[in-house]
Structures are given as structure tokens and as C-alpha cells.
């Protein structure tokens, strides 16, 4: 297994992956359960993510989850990742704002809280 990246002060690791049916950004969340939202993701120390990495690879097949790997973010609410790839990846692409995951989860929860009216 490759070495993982040390965090910095006031940094965490996350786990992230790709879901195998769509190809959708993951974040292993808590009781090891895959989230689309980072701001669900579980924060790891340096030393609980190397072990949680090894069960995450291990159920990868189980779970249809591919390319899993740890991501350094900032220790905030929610979590944000230090690199700017990262940040993409966990809030979506850049081209539009219409296009972010971020936005497109506001949007459905406004519009299955107008549905339930």
C-alpha cells in the first residue's frame, strides 16, 4: 500500500472514491457507508487512516467502489479539501455554478420539500 499523505495542523484526512454504476464522487461517511456529500464524510487522523483505507479496499468489490484514496482537508464544517482538484471533485465542476453538486442537492431537497406540501 502506498504511503499516505501526513495532514498539517488543523487538517484531517478523508477517504474518497468512485462510485462503479454512475462514476458519482464518494466520501466513506460513518459506519463505513459511501455519501455523495462531503460534508458527511468521516474524519480521519493520520494514524485511524490508514487502517480504515485497508477495510475500504477491501470491501471496495462488495460495496462497487473503485480508485479509493485519501484527500487532506481543512478540520471544517464541513470539511474542505486542500488542493484545488480535490475541491472540484468534492463540490463539482467548475464550468457553471448551475453544474456543482452542492447546488443540484439544494435544489432536490427544495424540490422534495415542495412535493411533500
Known sequence: MKRLSRPGEGEVLLLTANRLLDGR???LGEGEH??????????F??????PALERALA???????VAIYEVVAHD?????PVTAREVI????????P???YDDALARTSAQE???AQ
Not at 459511501?34 to 474524519?43: G, H, M, P
Not at 487522523?45 to 490508514?50: H, K, P, Q
Not at 471544517?76 to 474542505?80: A, D, F, I, R, S
Open 25 to 27: 464522487i464518494v466520501w
Open 34 to 43: 459511501w455519501r455523495e456529500s462531503i460534508a458527511e464524510a468521516k474524519r
Open 45 to 50: 487522523s493520520y494514524e485511524e487512516a490508514g
Open 59 to 65: 470491501a471496495a468489490a462488495q460495496k462497487e467502489i
Open 76 to 80: 471544517t464544517q464541513p470539511p474542505e
Open 89 to 96: 471533485r468534492a463540490h463539482g465542476p467548475s464550468v457553471h
Open 98 to 100: 448551475d453544474f456543482s
Open 113 to 115: 420539500k415542495e412535493r
